[in-house]
């Protein structure tokens, strides 16, 4: 009986083990992030609606995987006519919805929380924001070049998930790729 | 990437966000793992930075440990949800476990409700953080729980903060 009871604790011992060695692998589907990496410059063109007045934007977005891979980190900073505007975006798999989650806080006290889809060369991000109590939906696909070197954007927001109206249009460049391993 | 904040002169942080101060600092700390659904019991000793960011609208919190199950490394934020009178709060661990929830903060305890997700599972999540009245301490319990009425404790830490946060 002693024996057995060994033998149990061997298992669950091994059992746990391999649990956590499973645990500790980032899930395959972060891979599809991975186009972000590396230093990116930016032009865009907002239109005047509820987000302001509208006005080219020229920015730099820095984006590296953190955390033993599990997420992406990204810093922005941006030129807007009304001043510069750092942000810090942290992106996440959601395994049990399988989904991306992307959390960017602004520093000009906006936090938005949206959902990441990614099909084939396009990565969308979508969900709802609250501009001045409120509600709007947002999507914004960026589409990738075959190389994965640029992108263009296109933002749009709507307040009944129908008609969307334009808020910005954006050409992405990479100028430095992701670091080699 | 998208960002939906609105083009306007710059806001100021709510003053409810200097509640937070008193965990802005290098701090260490020790304390034990208790065994359950996330991991075996063990000692844990760690670093915790928190700082505030972005013009001070936001608190980040980087959190290294060792713990029983091996290295752990952790980014927070906390941002301040005015129309809820309360803290938003993510945590991103290493190992690809998230937390997120509310973090109320009464005088100098820090309590947070919300909803862990880690190996692919969804637990509810407690945490209460004590600072000792000259903001040089802290004690630390956490509670896990997969119904949302039976607690398990996860782990207990006391803290000592090394460095004070930089002078403006």
């Known amino acids: 009986m002693q024996r057995i009871s060994v033998l149990l604790l061997v298992l669950l011992g091994c059992f746990a083990t391999a649990m956590q060695a499973q645990a500790l692998k980032p899930d395959p589907a972060l891979k599809k992030l991975s186009v972000l990496v590396g230093h990116w410059t930016y032009e865009e063109e907002w239109k005047a609606g509820p987000l302001g007045p509208g006005g080219r934007i020229t920015g730099v977005y820095d984006a590296h995987m953190i955390l033993g891979g599990f997420f992406l980190q990204a810093e922005q900073t941006e030129k807007r006519a009304m001043g510069e505007i750092r942000n810090l975006e942290v992106d996440a798999y959601d395994p049990v919805n399988k989904h991306f989650t992307s959390d960017t806080y602004m520093s000009d006290g906006t936090k938005s929380s949206f959902t990441i889809t990614v099909s084939a060369n396009t990565i969308t991000w979508a969900g709802p924001f609250t501009v001045a109590g409120k509600q709007y939906q947002f999507r914004e696909p960026m589409v990738f070049a075959p190389d994965s070197m640029s992108a263009t954007t296109k933002a749009e927001i709507s307040v009944d998930g129908k008609t969307w109206t334009l808020a910005w249009e954006g050409k992405w460049t990479k100028v430095k790729p992701a670091p080699k391993k | ?168």
């Open chain 2, 1 to 168: 990437m998208a960002r939906t904040s609105v083009q306007a002169p710059a806001p100021q942080p709510d003053p409810e966000v200097k509640k937070l101060q008193a965990l802005v600092g290098h701090w260490t700390f020790k304390g034990e793992y208790k065994a359950g659904p996330l991991g075996p019991s063990g000692k844990v000793a760690g670093e915790y930075t928190g700082r505030m960011i972005l013009e001070s609208f936001f608190f980040e919190g980087r959190l290294t440990e060792k713990a029983p199950f091996g290295e752990m490394r952790g980014l927070e934020v906390e941002a301040y949800d005015p129309a809820k009178k309360s803290f938003v709060s993510n945590w991103y661990l290493s190992g690809g476990s998230t937390i997120s929830g509310m973090l109320t903060v009464s005088g100098n305890t820090f309590s947070w409700e919300g909803k862990l997700m880690a190996a692919g599972k969804e637990y509810q999540y407690k945490q209460t953080i004590m600072v000792t009245p000259d903001l040089r301490g802290f004690t630390v319990k956490a509670e896990i729980s997969a119904d949302g009425q039976t607690w398990t404790p996860w782990f207990e830490e006391k803290g000592t903060k090394a460095k004070s946060a930089p002078k403006k």
